[in-house]
C-alpha cells in the first residue's frame, strides 16, 4: 500500500539549506535572531514604555492638576526643588531618549540593513546620539540637580 491509500502523507523532504524545525519543541535560531533588535532591546521598549507612562502621569497630574492656572518659572522651579519630581524627570529623559531611539532601530534593522557590521554602526551611531542628548537634558536640569 503507498502512503495515497492510508491517508498518511509523509512531509516534504527539507529544501537544500534550510535549517528543519527541531524536534525538542524549541523555536529556531533563526527565529531569535539578535539582527532584528535582539532580546534586551525589546525588554528595554516595554520596561521604557511602562516608565514612560507612569512618569508622564504623574507629571501631568502633578502639572496640570495641582498647579491648574499657575504655571511659572518659580511653579516649575518648586516642583524640581523635591527630589522626587528630579527622579521622575531624569526617568523621563533616560526613558523617552532609549525609548525613541531604540524604536527608529529596529524599524531601520527590520527594512534596511542587512550586514553585521552595519547594524552595529548605527547601534552605536543611536547610543552616542541618545547620550550627547541625556548629557543636555541633563545639563537643562542641572541648576535643580546640583541643589
Known sequence: MNAQATGHSSPPPAAAGTDPAPTTGRMRPSVLDSSRGGMWGWLG?????????????????DTHLFNLGHLSYLNIGDR?????????????????????LNGARMVVLD???????????????????GSATFVYGLWALWPWIAK
Not at 512618569?55 to 497630574?61: D, K, N, P, R, S
Open 45 to 61: 521598549q516595554r520596561v521604557t514604555a511602562v516608565v514612560l507612562i507612569v512618569g508622564l502621569l504623574t507629571h501631568i497630574v
Open 80 to 100: 524640581l526643588g523635591s527630589s522626587f519630581f528630579v527622579v521622575i524627570d531624569i526617568s523621563l529623559l533616560a526613558a523617552a531618549i532609549f525609548h525613541g
Open 111 to 129: 527594512y534596511w540593513l542587512q550586514t553585521r557590521a552595519s547594524r552595529v554602526a548605527l547601534t552605536i551611531a543611536l547610543w552616542v546620539l
